[in-house]
């Protein structure tokens, strides 16, 4: 059976979309036929991306908003579903980072960061998933991270804000069985995208040691996909990280012993 025409024509909410995994996975969407709000705070980037998608065929609509706050994150919703409709896809994966001692985090980063990774994703999926459940219809993917389910050194605020995403998308998802609303999150490992850059320019932030390694932001896009055509609660990306939970249980405290070795030699090189 052909499922991609499923999609074709839906409306989709990606924030994040002005670089990284956001803007792979509008493309993505729109080559299938998708229409695509790309949110993101840089408005430039937005309208490039736009243009590059529709030169492509594709339909994409740019929405400037700061996700840090919330009455730009209550003029997204309100401003969406005025132009578009009812959305049929929300891509949660807007996110910030951070890395070096949690000690060392001014309070405005950990602030801006629980502001992004935590309360944009519930008020947006709140807004969103109520007229979903409306309909009987729609999906949430909330992009997470490994990081979830391994706390790690360095990273404090960060996988925390993960470890509640990964809790969050559960509950909804155990919430709405029985019927055509889907809740997901996507555990994924360290992606070759700008996201190490920009935990650097972080006030007294470090270089991310994944930072250049790992998947493309292609490859999550298709999982993405993927996962629209087969709804499910989680994936991991890539595969093979499905062991890292079984990980952190049976030999959480090797980590114990070299996670700050790691952290310590890190902070000494910068």
């Keep these: 059976m052909n499922t991609n025409g499923v999609w074709k024509d839906k409306i989709a909410v990606?924030?994040?979309?002005?670089?990284?995994?956001?803007?792979?996975?509008?493309?993505?969407?729109?080559?299938?036929?998708?229409?695509?709000?790309?949110?993101?705070?840089?408005?430039?980037?937005?309208?490039?991306?736009?243009?590059?998608?529709?030169?492509?065929?594709?339909?994409?609509?740019?929405?400037p908003a700061d996700l840090t706050l919330e009455t730009d994150r209550s003029n997204l919703f309100r401003e969406v579903t005025s132009l578009h409709g009812d959305v049929d896809l929300l891509v949660n994966n807007a996110g910030v980072g951070w890395y070096g001692y949690g000690v060392d985090m001014p309070w405005k980063t950990a602030w801006q960061i629980l502001q992004v990774n935590v309360e944009?994703?519930?008020?947006?999926?709140?807004?969103?998933?109520?007229?979903?459940?409306?309909?009987?219809?729609?999906?949430?993917?909330?992009?997470?991270?490994?990081?979830g389910s391994l706390p790690s050194q360095g990273v404090a605020i960060y996988g925390a804000t993960k470890s509640f995403l990964d809790n969050f998308t559960t509950a909804l998802y155990r919430e709405l069985t029985g019927t055509h609303v889907h809740v997901s999150v996507v555990r994924a490992g360290p992606v070759r995208t700008e996201f190490g850059e920009a935990a650097l320019l972080q006030a007294n932030g470090g270089h991310l040691p994944t930072g250049h390694v790992g998947v493309t932001a292609d490859y999550v896009a298709w999982r993405i996909w993927k996962l629209m055509l087969h709804p499910r609660r989680v994936?991991?990306?890539?595969g093979w990280l499905r062991v890292v939970p079984w990980t952190e249980l049976s030999f959480g405290w090797v980590i114990d012993k070299l996670g700050p070795l790691l952290l310590r030699k890190h902070d000494s090189i910068k």
């Design 14 to 63: 990606v924030t994040g979309a002005s670089s990284g995994i956001g803007a792979a996975t509008s493309k993505r969407l729109a080559r299938e036929g998708v229409q695509v709000v790309l949110v993101a705070r840089r408005l430039d980037r937005l309208e490039k991306l736009a243009v590059e998608i529709r030169q492509a065929g594709g339909r994409a609509y740019p929405l």
């Design 120 to 147: 944009a994703v519930v008020q947006l999926t709140l807004d969103f998933l109520r007229t979903m459940r409306r309909r009987n219809t729609g999906h949430i993917i909330n992009v997470g991270s490994i990081s």
């Design 235 to 238: 994936i991991y990306v890539p």
